[in-house]
């Protein structure tokens, strides 16, 4: 029931794009993505619910495609700052309130 | 910032040994989470809780136990340890209101488990 992450890791200059893929076996209900520093506790970024509504930062977006059961998370012109792990959780059960994460992403911003 | 805070933050204890975590809030939130994060696996749910008393399992509860007597504390009980439960243990909260609305969780800091 976990959702698979694409890629694994990436690495990039600062101010190159990146676009970090989830795709889950099951139908989907909203998705969830957090960003984890080193030593740190995962942090919220966005929701994306069925039927579109989506919540975010200014320079970090996402979609959510309901047919594919996935979600791609985008982040551009990308900062120091956005390096860390980054993972999405699912909800695959209407109504539930607990999450199903990937098994995360490593993202390095080098100068 | 989400209060929410872990006890201990770093334990090392032996095989067979009973542990006990604790995850307290300041924020009146209904839902509290906890996690494990293992190399390889990301976060995966151990157990959750809906409300007082209200307590349900996740996907890797085998070998832990929860309790919640009040709102604000949600402990993590290690009845035997053993060295696979060596991990980061993460609590989190969540505020969603109604049935079809997710709100965001925010985690602890964690706790840092060795067991040897």
């Known amino acids: 029931q976990q959702p698979v992450q694409s890629p694994q890791a990436v690495i990039l200059r600062e101010g190159e794009d990146a676009v970090i893929n989830c795709s889950s076996s099951k139908a989907l209900y909203s998705v969830h993505w957090y960003r984890q520093k080193h030593g740190e506790a995962p942090v919220f970024l966005m929701i994306l619910l069925k039927g579109g509504e989506q919540k975010g930062h200014e320079k970090i977006s996402a979609s959510f495609n309901e047919k594919k059961q996935q979600s791609s998370l985008y982040l551009t012109a990308s900062q120091l700052s956005y390096s860390g792990t980054y993972f999405c959780?699912?909800?695959?059960?209407?109504?539930?309130?607990?999450?199903?994460f990937g098994q995360g992403t490593r993202l390095t911003i080098n100068p | 910032d989400a209060g929410i805070t872990q006890s201990p933050r770093h334990k090392v204890t032996e095989t067979g040994t009973p542990v006990t975590l604790r995850c307290h809030q300041t924020e009146n939130h209904r839902y509290m989470y906890w996690y494990r994060q293992d190399p390889g696996h990301g976060l995966r749910l151990i157990h959750y809780?809906?409300?007082?008393?209200?307590?349900d399992k996740g996907e890797v509860s085998d070998g832990y136990s929860v309790s919640r007597s009040k709102t604000e504390d949600f402990l993590l009980t290690l009845e035997s340890a053993t060295s696979s439960q060596t991990s980061v243990y993460f609590c989190a909260i969540s505020s969603s209101l109604a049935t079809d609305t997710y709100n965001e969780q925010f985690f602890g800091p964690g706790t840092r488990l060795t067991v040897l």
């Open positions: 959780g699912t909800v695959i059960i209407q109504g539930a309130q607990k999450l199903v």
């Open positions: 809780s809906y409300g007082v008393k209200d307590t």
